[in-house]
């Protein structure tokens, strides 16, 4: 064996730092174990994060006043520490993210975080738009801040107007973020590339079981059983339930198809992000909302007599953590890059 044969990856080191010659931006961090190259920094990846972090403080701020008034019932999005936490979650890691674009480190992180959490958030905004706006011209049951209500008459509160304020900066942030992608440098050795293709198919795999979770409501109305007097024979009745992801008319049909389409079309794109860590926004992008999503199941199901956790969303609870776990083991894959 030669000793160019006996030093796998030098020359590929090499030609990496020959296409990454540009001069690294202040605070660019360090080469890391797997040898992290960070060059070129357009302005466009400051101004993703600066919508990124107002995004979260958007976000944040949403949780404190009236998210919408139904039939006269004022409903807020927290109601204890436990829903706290759910719907502080997206918006402390938004922000998080926005700050390190801010700062020029690992951009190609934060960009990928914003391009996915982008993508899902243009489905996620017409179905806000659509409890809002038009839920009211087809009235149905729905599950909103953890309350069952029928949409007859619904006013938007500060609440709801924050929350379609922080969508929309994400949208934003993810325009910029892709077109700011092209031109950031940031480039390794590849640590990941021997198990990119089982990282892929668990990725598709765990997005198309949060598909299928999603079309059904994580909290659901339990049926009651009557007893006849006359014949002391119990039937069980079926009550109206919230209207799932796909049930729901209009913008709300638009923005659910859109949102399982955005997920399934991320798991299969973020796999093949490079460099790691850019792979690992992504994940982390999807870990969020699908924790998120499953939490706030449980918190609607725990909170509500008139409700119960559903196959569905303990489908949803299971799932955030499975991310979390394939999250992690990308991050820690720099490791065996060394």
Request: hydrophobic share 50%; net charge positive.
């Amino acid at each position: 064996m030669s000793a160019r044969d006996a030093r796998p990856g030098t020359d590929r080191t090499r030609a990496t730092a020959r296409r990454g010659t540009a001069p690294a931006s202040p605070g660019s961090p360090p080469a890391s174990g797997d040898r992290l190259i960070v060059g070129t920094v357009p302005p466009l990846v400051p101004v993703t994060g600066l919508l990124l972090l107002l995004s979260g403080l958007a976000g944040a701020l949403a949780v404190v006043p009236a998210y919408l008034t139904v039939d006269g019932q004022e409903l807020r999005q927290v109601r204890g520490l436990g829903s706290a936490l759910v719907a502080l979650l997206v918006p402390v890691v938004q922000a998080a993210v926005g700050t390190t674009l801010l700062r020029r480190r690992v951009p190609k992180f934060g960009l990928a975080y914003a391009g996915v959490a982008g993508a899902l958030g243009v489905g996620q905004l017409l179905i806000e738009a659509y409890r809002g706006v038009s839920s009211t011209s087809r009235p149905g049951v729905e599950v909103l801040a953890g309350e069952v209500v029928l949409t007859s008459g619904i006013e938007i509160g500060a609440g709801w107007v924050l929350g379609v304020v922080a969508l929309l900066l994400t949208v934003a942030a993810a325009v910029t973020g892709t077109a700011a992608w092209g031109r950031t440098v940031m480039e390794d050795r590849g640590p990941l590339d021997p198990v990119r293709s089982s990282l892929a198919g668990a990725t598709v795999l765990l997005g198309v079981a949060t598909v299928i979770c999603l079309t059904v409501p994580a909290a659901d109305v339990p049926d009651q059983l009557r007893t006849d007097p006359a014949t002391g024979m119990q039937t069980v009745v079926a009550q109206e339930g919230p209207q799932a992801l796909l049930e729901r008319p209009g913008l709300a049909l638009l923005g659910g198809l859109l949102l399982a389409g955005a997920l399934l079309l991320c798991s299969v794109v973020v796999p093949s992000l490079r460099p790691r860590l850019a792979l690992v926004g992504g994940l982390l992008a999807l870990t969020v909302t699908v924790l998120a999503a499953g939490l706030g199941g449980l918190e609607d199901a725990a909170s509500s007599d008139g409700l119960e956790w559903t196959v569905a969303g303990i489908g949803l609870l299971a799932l955030g953590p499975a991310y979390v776990l394939l999250t992690l083991g990308a991050w820690r894959a720099r490791r065996s890059g060394g």
